[in-house]
């Protein structure tokens, strides 16, 4: 799985925009976010869609965001975390 290309970002702009919108994340180049000095979220695109490596925890967790509404359950995932910090 390669990490997402100009193009396949340009699928998730809506949800980068959110994202780069959220408290306490800095996106250190397109479609890659880091909380604090750590990786926090970027993207690989795949024949099976689009996915999120996402650190919810002291690990990466790769979640589908191909839909919108795979979208919206990450960006909550990732706001409940944020809010707890």
């Known amino acids: 799985m390669k990490h997402a290309g100009p193009a396949a970002l340009d ?13 306490g994340l800095k996106e250190k180049s397109r479609g ?20 999120a ?3 919810l925890t002291d690990e990466f967790e790769r979640m589908r965001v191909s839909s919108r509404r795979e979208q919206h359950a990450c960006i909550r995932k990732i706001q409940a975390v ?4």
């Open 11 to 23: 699928g998730i702009e809506p949800m980068l925009v959110t994202l780069r919108g959220l408290p």
């Open 53 to 55: 490596d996402v650190r």
């Open 32 to 51: 890659t976010f880091y909380r604090g000095s750590k990786a926090f979220i970027h993207f690989h695109e795949d024949p099976a869609g689009m996915f």
């Open 82 to 85: 944020l809010g707890g910090s």
